[in-house]
């Protein structure tokens, strides 16, 4: 059994998420990857244990199943695997109006963001507080400290809920020596926007705005490193979060629904 830091990394087929892995694997750390689309985690997989020498594990999920993340955390044991760094980094948006969708759609959204999260994080950190060490990063969002808009309607919720369920979390295993953050990015160059067919919307947003995802990953990883809960990378995404907490929410509201239409679908 190899003697290197095991980290699960989900939704690393792309994005962040491949960000994730590829960071982890540079400082030594043996992975699980996972997301839906196989080939492209055994592509990851082939390059980072060419690149450094570390073992990776390919386990395909769509966390929109309700068994998925059980089945996930079965096979993790089954292989006698151990957790010590969990990167709840899946994710996606549903464009368009919230009664406009079917409600399969949202269901599936709510597992994929909330209720995978929550299990992955309950049975990895019984493990690492056990072990006195380990290391939760929840993927959330600027959108979970800005008003929220019409389109991706669960979106925002989703995202306060992660930075909420990390807060908890934290507080609960800091005595035991596992730590865990809320990583809360703002407009980050990654397949996002394409998965959910925004990228002609977003293309109009200013460039100083948007981040690219080695950065917000490596300023992720150095947050939780040095045991921060919520971390906002950047300092345009830090001014937004204290813009939004200072001024008044009404005026807030306003000003963000007038330029909704830039980066949401609403209709
Ligand atoms: N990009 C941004 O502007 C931005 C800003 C703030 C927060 N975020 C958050 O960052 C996280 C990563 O997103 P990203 O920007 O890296 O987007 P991305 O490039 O589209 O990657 C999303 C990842 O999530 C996986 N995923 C989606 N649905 C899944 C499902 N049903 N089951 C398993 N895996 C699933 C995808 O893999 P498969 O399709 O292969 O399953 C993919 O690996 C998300 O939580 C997102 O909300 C992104």
Redesign the pocket.
Known sequence: MSARPLALV??????????FARQLAAQGHDLVL????AE??AALAAELQRAHGVVCHVM??????PS?AAELLDAIGAAALSIEVLI??????VPGSYLGQAWEVHA?FQ???VD?VALLSYRCAAGMRARGHGTIIN?????GLMPSTAGHTL?GPA?VWLIKFSESLAAELAPSGVRVLAL????????????NGMREHVARLPSWL?MD?ASVVRVGLAAAARGRVVCIPGRVNRALALAAKILPSSFLRRLVASRAADFRKID
């Not at 996972?34 to 689309?37: D, K, L, M």
């Not at 395909?60 to 199943?65: F, K, Q, V």
């Not at 993927?139 to 959108?143: C, D, K, M």
């Not at 809360?184 to 998965?195: K, N």
């Open positions: 989900t939704g690393a087929s792309a994005g962040l998420g491949v960000e996972t997301a839906r689309r492209r985690l395909s999920a769509d966390l929109a199943r998925a709840n980094n899946a994710g996606y948006g599936d597992r994929v963001m995978a993927v959330s969002s600027l959108a979106y995202k809360c990015p703002g407009f980050t160059l990654t397949e996002f926007h394409d998965a948007w995802a």
